[in-house]
């Protein structure tokens, strides 16, 4: 790779500004990488609040360059930062985080030290907007994909393609990644989250042959707010999670029906329900949090029988359908 690795951080931000704020002031203080030189790319896609703002406070203290994205979506955003990067390793993350002091360096190093490598991934821990609930803390071993929670631990080891990084934290060499665009169906967009735009490109990455490594060390922070801490966010992600996943053999057989969906699947989330009605009058969270996963996920299964959806069976994360009266994640 040479001594010098020339490196491009990407954040795509819309109407976050006071958590903008935060992870910019987290981004002025990181240790600089020894060797190489580093940018910084927001892509500002139509914000409406203070978001320009918070930029212009940060020019003097960040190598900022600010990109605007007029088309609605992520992908959208990350596509034209990836037009504009100039670095030959790309670390993308979140406008709401709250990175370690060495998070940026330890990116440097990996991209030198594994050369042979594409694609690197940091660990992601929650950083909960106040106190959250007791029983929260117990199950989240459980539910770790709601909350975006991923670990790399020690030593470090190589990515696999069951077990990605999110795209709160990664990184991936710049040649490599410009043959992979993401996908503007997936990503936020309007009144619907498709979420896994990030993930299913690092899996074509793998499946093409380009390998990847955790990078301990390369850690942050990432919000979860106040609203996401209940069993009825829960309830909401995995009945997304079944009604975009792929759908089983059985499912395929023709077989009885009730209001034209399969009986024995509406058995299977009529027992998964009283199940966990019960175990939560009776049981410690670490043995409810198990049959509200999977009821949640069998409802969304009988919906999906009905409800046709934009599904990506190869996309890990669900679609995630606003609640009513929606409250923007961090709007201000």
């Not at 929260?136 to 020690?154: D, F, M, Q």
Request: glycine share 8%; hydrophobic share 35%; net charge positive.
């Amino acid at each position: 790779m040479g001594l010098e690795l020339e490196t491009t951080v990407i954040i795509c931000t819309w109407n976050r500004a006071r958590l903008l704020k935060q992870t910019l002031a987290a981004m002025a203080t990181l240790r600089a990488p020894p060797a190489g030189r580093w940018e910084l790319i927001l892509v500002n896609n139509n914000s409406t609040d203070a978001t320009e703002r918070v930029v212009q406070e940060f020019r003097d203290r960040l190598p900022l360059r600010c990109l605007h994205e007029t088309r609605p979506g992520k992908a959208h955003a990350a596509n034209l930062a990836l037009e504009h990067a100039r670095g030959q390793l790309l670390v993308w993350t979140d406008d709401d985080v709250l990175p370690e002091p060495d998070w940026l360096v330890r990116y440097v190093e990996a991209g030198q030290r594994w050369a042979e490598c594409a694609i690197f991934g940091g660990s992601i821990q929650p950083d909960f907007e106040g106190r959250p609930p007791s029983w929260l803390k117990t199950v989240l071993p459980y539910v770790p994909s709601a909350y975006g929670v991923r670990e790399c631990g020690e030593p470090p080891l190589p990515i696999q393609p069951h077990y990605v990084p999110y795209g709160a934290n990664y990184a991936v060499r710049a040649a490599v990644q410009k043959q992979f665009p993401f996908d503007p169906s997936l990503g936020v967009r309007q009144r619907q989250r498709v979420g896994g735009y990030e993930t299913e490109v690092i899996r074509k990455m793998l499946a093409a042959g380009y390998s990847g490594m955790w990078v301990p060390g390369a850690g942050l922070r990432h919000y979860v707010r106040k609203q996401t801490q209940t069993t009825r966010f829960l309830r909401h992600y995995y009945r997304a999670q079944g009604m975009c996943a792929p759908g089983t053999a059985a499912a395929q057989q023709p077989c009885a029906t009730l209001f034209g969906k399969p009986r024995w699947l509406w058995r299977q989330a009529l027992e998964a329900e009283w199940r966990y009605r019960w175990q939560r009058l009776f049981c410690r969270p670490g043995v409810w949090i198990q049959s509200l996963v999977k009821s949640s996920r069998l409802w969304g299964e009988l919906q999906r029988h009905s409800s046709p959806v934009n599904r990506h069976p190869q996309v890990g994360s669900a679609i995630l359908h606003q609640p009513p009266n929606p409250s923007r994640r961090h709007a201000q």
